[in-house]
Structure formats: structure tokens, C-alpha cells
């Protein structure tokens, strides 16, 4: 809808309906920031699940779906993305506009059908994955609603990809992992115990929120989230107990709780489905990968938890 906009394509000339359209999806209301008018831009859009007449409405398919677009690196105004993609990078996010005008419309919504009538599903792809990410974080810790999640590349910010890219072997990076761990879990367990309990409190109201994650091995910008949850599970199974204490522990969010912040990396989730893409053909971190059918990808799905949760 963004791509058609600035290009004057509206009605039948519009190129954006077609999709929404064939999956027997109606369009009830966008989302947008910038200024009013000429500043004004879209990104996300609401659509309700309408099936043909005469059709039996599938067991499994959701009343609305909230669906956030990623960067838009060619677009006029690509200037307004960056910027949150730098909220990303510093884990600003949750402050910003976009997310809290997502945030406030699945709450409308939530409140104006009801949580037991209304099956919602929040989806995203890249820096909308991370808006996606934030908003079903907030809905689930905050008011205990879990809601279907499905996060597309989304981004993580880790310097595990360094390493990869420097090719390290599968034992220097279990050493650096299992290193790295054990001093968060005796960090954890002495100076900063009070933010370890308060994290502690957080997974446990976190925890019965599965979020979908769609990643490819190959994406750098993704990566951090199959290190986190694949070394995570084996450090736990090396040194029991050390897994469960630090996978909730960022060096960043302890030096932040340091000097009287309470900011909590996205990427430390209790739970989750890892959808694993090691197919390159169709490339590493573009959404098109994702519409190829499950035989053309070298697909691998995993679910973590949280021990004990």
C-alpha cells in the first residue's frame, strides 16, 4: 500500500488489494505516522478475515490480523525507517511512536471485541517484526494476552554474528557462549540479584506466549536469535542450572539497571517456535523467501521453553 501511494495508484489500479484480497482478507483500517497529509505514511494495516459465503470458515484462521511492514530502503521518506532502525539498535523502541500506535489500536481492539471473541494475530517483517515483537511482549507481560505472533526476520542485536562471519568453529563458539553465561548467572546470583529477580518475574509472566520466529541461518540482521536459543539449550544441558539463570540476563539491561534504567533486550524470550530457513536461493533476509512453498526451503522448527516455567 506504501509502494502504491506515493505512486498515485489507487482503486482497481492499486496493486496491494490483490493480496489481501485473494486470501479472502478485508482491509478495516491502517496505520500511520508522520504529520498530517503530505508527511503522512503507512506502516501497518488492520484486515479482518471474511470467508466467501457458503464457505465453513477454517477452525484455525483468526478474526484480524495487525500486519507491519519492514524498511523501505527505496522509498522517498526511507529516512523516517532508518530512524527506527536505530531504535532498534539501541533498544529505544518501545518509546517510539509506531510503537505505541500499534500498541493502542490491538488494545482498542482487544477491549472493543473482547479477548475471548476476538482472535487476533500481530505479524511483521524485519523492522516490523520488531514492532510486532514489542507490541505481543507488552500484551502478554502486561495483561496477560497471548497473542499468535509471527515474527519474520526479525531483528536481533548480538555480536554472535561477528563471529560467524569470522567463520569461528562450533567449540569456540560453545566456549564463548558457556563462558559468557556463567558470569551472567554469578552476576545474577550476587550484584545484581534484585534485577535478576525482577527478570525472573518477567519470563514467568512471559512465558505461556509463544511467538512464531521465521529466521534464515544465513541473515545476519536475524542470527542473534538462533544463537540465543540454540547455546542457550546447550549450555543448559552442559552445566544445569546456568542455561536457566542467565537466558534471561543482558549485560546491556544490567549496566542500564546500574544507573536506575529498566530496560529489557527484545530478544530475551522464555518461549518460542524457531522456524529455521538454511535455503539461500531465494535470498537471506527479504520476505520473499517466505512465500515459497515448505519444499523449496530447508526448513527446521524447533519450540524452546523456559525449564520449570
Known sequence: M??????????????????WQSFHFELRDLLKC????????????????????????????????????????????????LYNDIKVFLSDLPCCRRTQKARQAVTNMLIR???????????????GASLALEVGRDMAEQHQAYLPTFLFNPPNVSPMP??????????AKKDVFTGSYLVKAALG????????TRMEKVFQRLSPWVPELYVNERDIICQGFIDYFEQRQKVEERIA???RAAMKLSYRDMLSSLIGSSKEQPHLLPSARLWKNSNTTFGTHGLKQWWRPDSELKLSCRKFTYPGA
Open 2 to 19: 506504501e509502494e502504491d501511494r506515493p505512486k498515485c495508484r489507487v482503486y482497481d489500479m492499486g496493486l496491494a488489494p490483490l493480496w
Open 34 to 81: 508522520g504529520t498530517e497529509n503530505a508527511d503522512e505514511f503507512i506502516f501497518g494495516a488492520i484486515f479482518e478475515y471474511c470467508p466467501p459465503v457458503g464457505c465453513q470458515r477454517h477452525p484455525s484462521a483468526p478474526n484480524y490480523v495487525f500486519a507491519l511492514r519492514g524498511t523501505m530502503p527505496r522509498h522517498p521518506k526511507s529516512v523516517h525507517d
Open 113 to 127: 471485541k473482547g479477548t475471548e471473541r476476538c482472535v487476533l494475530w500481530l505479524a511483521g517483517h524485519s523492522l
Open 162 to 171: 561477528a563471529l560467524n562471519l569470522l567463520n569461528a568453529s562450533e567449540v
Open 189 to 196: 546470583a550476587t550484584v545484581m540479584r534484585s534485577y535478576c
Open 241 to 243: 542450572g546456568v542455561g
